[in-house]
């Protein structure tokens, strides 16, 4: 594991630890540096809707995942472009980051209001690659649970152990990567094996859930999981832990051409799963740019 992921840790930590000082690590500048970026640049679109901030963030080989635009920078600039006047927003909420991807999760606003995650990856201070997921957005007042798809709730800072180099190991690395172990293994556990069991191994209460369908607690998860056809499977993509939290990138597939590209978002607290956020959107395999919306690549 090279350094970047190492560091990203000590960024954040779960709610009720409080505020403290973080220290960070030398290379844990480039993170941040690259979060700022995708932060800066996703404003000067959506927000400002200034189509010459395309030419100072995007690099001139930009990679489109997003299956209904081309690669390079030119259709975006013309996106962008066509925003202008609009009144159109983008809410910018839950950033994480981990060697050179950035992952986003937004709320559009504007219209029929919807729920993004985009991912960014960065290489050399310009946004060389890109895919995203974007939902309909579910007011919390239609969600099963009550819970709002949007957003994802930040938490606090925590000290790092001995991060002063590039050589010394940061405080959670394990931690981070039995988030992400945890993680995989309980996805592959519920929609692969299809095993409503896990449920109790893998979560515990109070489980809260923001899929505008799922209601909140293990019971309605372990129903969901019983109710799965046989032939409904999982795959798992790229991940990211911060803090608290591990975003999965996934596919769905539940037969008959049916398929979902999903990003799962899970709080992990004691090495339980406690809370759940994902963004769904069906696969569109002959997209504009020839490029897959899944994996995101490492």
């Known amino acids: 594991m090279n350094v970047f992921k190492i560091c990203a840790a000590t960024l954040f930590v779960t709610v009720g630890l409080g505020s403290i000082d973080a220290a960070l690590c030398q290379n844990d500048k480039t993170l941040q540096a690259n979060k700022a970026l995708v932060t800066s640049a996703l404003d000067a679109f959506f927000n400002k809707h200034d189509a010459s901030a395309v030419g100072k963030y995007v690099s001139s080989t930009y990679l489109q995942h997003n299956p209904y635009v081309q690669d390079g920078p030119d259709q975006l600039k013309a996106l962008v472009t066509s925003l202008k006047g609009s009144g159109s927003s983008y809410e910018i909420g839950a950033v994480a980051a981990e060697d050179d991807l950035v992952w986003t999760h937004n709320r559009s606003p504007a ?5 993004i995650v985009d991912v960014f990856r960065v290489k050399e201070g310009k946004l060389v690659e890109h895919w995203d997921i974007t939902q309909a957005e579910t007011p919390a007042s239609q969600t099963a ?15 790092a152990k001995g991060c002063t180099s590039s050589e010394t190991p940061c405080q959670l690395k394990e931690d981070l990567e ?10 592959d556990a519920f929609f692969n094996q299809k095993d409503p069991s896990a449920v109790d191994k893998y979560t515990s209460e109070p489980y809260l859930n923001h899929n505008p369908f799922a209601r909140n607690g293990g019971e309605p998860l372990k129903g969901l999981i019983s109710g799965l056809a046989p032939e409904i499977t999982f795959e798992m993509g790229a991940q990211v832990a911060e803090n608290d939290l591990v975003w999965t990138n996934g596919r769905y597939d539940y037969g008959n051409g049916v398929v979902f590209i999903v990003v799962d978002v899970f709080r992990v607290k004691d090495g339980k799963l406690v809370e759940h956020w994902d963004i769904s959107q069906m696969e569109v395999a002959d997209t504009a740019s020839g490029r897959p919306m899944f994996p995101i690549v490492k």
């Open 111 to 115: 219209g029929n209001a919807s729920v």
């Open 145 to 159: 649970s009550g819970n709002p798809m949007f957003p994802i709730v930040p938490t606090m800072p925590v000290r």
């Open 178 to 187: 039995a988030n992400k172990a945890l993680a995989a293994a309980a996805l």
